[in-house]
T-cell receptor, first 118, second 110 residues
Framework: NAGVTQTPKFQVLKTGQSMTLQCAQDMNHEYMSWYRQDPGMGLRLIHYSVGAGITDQGEVPNGYNVSRSTTEDFPLRLLSAAPSQTSVYFC?????????????????FGSGTRLTVV | AQSVTQLGSHVSVSEGALVLLRCNYSSSVPPYLFWYVQYPNQGLQLLLKYTSAATLVKGINGFEAEFKKSETSFHLTKPSAHMSDAAEYFCAGGYQKVTFGTGTKLQVIP
């Protein structure tokens, strides 16, 4: 299993350009999420999805779009890049299984995309 | 809104000393709690997770955390710090929509 694969690993954009960060998982996980990490602010949730065709906004969704046409893929689109979007972006996929009082839950991160907007 | 609070953005300990990293969560956070470690320029590695099966959770690298519902806390401890523990640690909570704390950088002094 490859786990969660993010591409590209590094990207430099000019202000106003658009691009798509790719995220793919091969674990058949229902849930997928995008985070951005900035110094001193931890990871902040941008968008998340609870299944194919279902997405919702997180804490910092402005300037980003997502779609989930398949279980495996969850691309993040920057519509018009701004310097404030310079950050490290992480994609994650997760599962919740079991009907017992203590269902198992797992969360797997990709290796990140370092984006610089100039 | 759910929130996770890490007390202390920087913690310094001597090698061999107890490591204690504090995490409190809001009552709206579902009882799924995690600790992750991040080394410089790397991704996040899961240390341990709590999923209601036991209040004391053992993780990798000798770390453990205790879930205290009455205190809404999930503090991370390690009895004896090692130089290789120097990293940034993140507490997180929830499922589907996971909320992260702002992180604690651990410095280990030789």
């Amino acid at each position: 299993n490859a786990g969660v694969t993010q591409t590209p690993k590094f990207q430099v954009l000019k202000t106003g350009q658009s691009m798509t960060l790719q995220c793919a998982q091969d674990m058949n996980h229902e849930y997928m999420s995008w985070y951005r990490q900035d110094p001193g602010m931890g990871l902040r949730l941008i968008h998340y999805s609870v299944g194919a065709g279902i997405t919702d906004q997180g804490e910092v969704p402005n300037g980003y779009n997502v779609s989930r046409s398949t279980t495996e893929d969850f691309p993040l689109r920057l519509l018009s890049a701004a310097p404030s979007q310079t950050s490290v972006y992480f994609c994650a996929s997760s599962y919740l299984t079991g009907r017992s009082a203590y269902p198992d839950y797992g969360y797997t991160f990709g290796s990140g995309t370092r984006l610089t907007v100039v | 809104a759910q929130s996770v609070t890490q007390l202390g953005s920087h913690v310094s300990v001597s090698e061999g000393a107890l490591v204690l990293l504090r995490c409190n969560y809001s009552s709206s956070v579902p009882p799924y709690l995690f600790w992750y470690v991040q080394y410089p320029n790397q991704g996040l590695q899961l240390l341990l997770k709590y999923t209601s099966a036991a209040t004391l959770v053992k993780g990798i690298n000798g770390f453990e955390a205790e879930f205290k519902k009455s205190e809404t806390s999930f503090h991370l401890t390690k009895p004896s710090a090692h130089m290789s523990d120097a990293a940034e640690y993140f507490c997180a909570g929830g499922y589907q929509k996971v909320t992260f704390g702002t992180g604690t950088k651990l410095q280990v002094i030789p």
